[in-house]
DNA sequence: ATAAATATCAAACAAAAAGTTTTATAAACA
DNA sequence: TGTTTATAAAACTTTTTGTTTGATATTTAT
């Protein structure tokens, strides 16, 4: 029972998604005025006001479409592919998507707005980790599950935004091996 | 050669991050007016632009200032003790630090303005983190040495940030035994 | 202890940005 | 095709920022 948006409503939010982007490559979120926004976004300032608070309400909006994208393509991976080890197929997926959408990452890093990041990463490949380290050595020791997760989440998105910012340090591929690497497989 | 910095204005350094901090505690930074932060540290507006350009300069003087309490901390112990565990007397003082200065670690990271503190943490433990992996299987892989720091050190805040978040759930000591663990030591 | 230096305050000001309101127009919907 | 509704335009108020002035108080240095 999903309600019919107005074209012109898609429309808006994603030119105003753009504008935002395109502004936080050039400068600090904080520095970014609203003004700046409708200008790039070429929408009058009063129709940023009937859908948004301020630019921090709109940055989370951008953000939480962005962990839709990811969780569709997540959904339709296991839908399609039969695989048995879903915690590499978990992050081709995650890494492709990140690279596709390489600019709006940045964007989102370069400004310190990473927490949001960890916490969705945390909602969204919680499972697929789980059964990567099941049986394994580490949580047969009585450190608690979310410890564990945490620690290495916390791993893949330090080097994830180290990948980010220096795109050319590393392809995909070697990317997938040092985190093969360096998370424990099952014994 | 240090210069003599005059009373007063570290008196008005000290009034300012501590209105910071209190206001970080109780909203978003975005939504803290210069204004406000004048209120609170019982400063003139006009006393604050002659010592800041606006608000984020105020935030990395708040955490410089930071990282200089640890480095001092840090390197006073290295003269005191003369331990072999460097990594884990690292831990140690890192943890006591944090925990003492908990109210403004958690408003920082509250805000989401962690990239800083990672960078500061990579700064600060580098040499005592090698030290630890020294001769270790990961290392002796060819996965690049920046790449491994990186990956524990982000494994560490991440654990840590919950720590800051949720005072209760595990105590200073667990939080090392968890450290030693899930750190890989020499073989 | 005193003079010189300078940081702060107070208050008024200008300028920029945020946020609101109204009416007209254009686009989407059904 | 008629109705609904999102957007645009423009003028306006309010808030917040940032600057400037001269008076006052505090610190430093002699």
Redesign the pocket.
Known sequence: MKE??????V??NKVLFNALITLMEQKDFEKI???DICEVA??????F???Y???YDLLLAMIDNLKQNLENELKQNKEENISKNYFIEFLKILINHVDEKRTTYYSILKNDKNGILIDFLIDVSNRDLISRLKNNNIVKSNIPLDIITKFYLGGIVSIGIDWIKNKDKYTKEELILYFDKLIPDKI
Chains 1, 2 share one sequence.
Do not use: F, G, P, Q
Not at 4 to 9: G, M, W
Not at 42 to 47: A, F, G, K, P
């Open positions: 019919k948006i107005d074209l012109r409503v429309k808006t005025k609203i003004s070429l929408i009058n300032r009063s129709t006001y009937a859908h608070e301020d630019k």
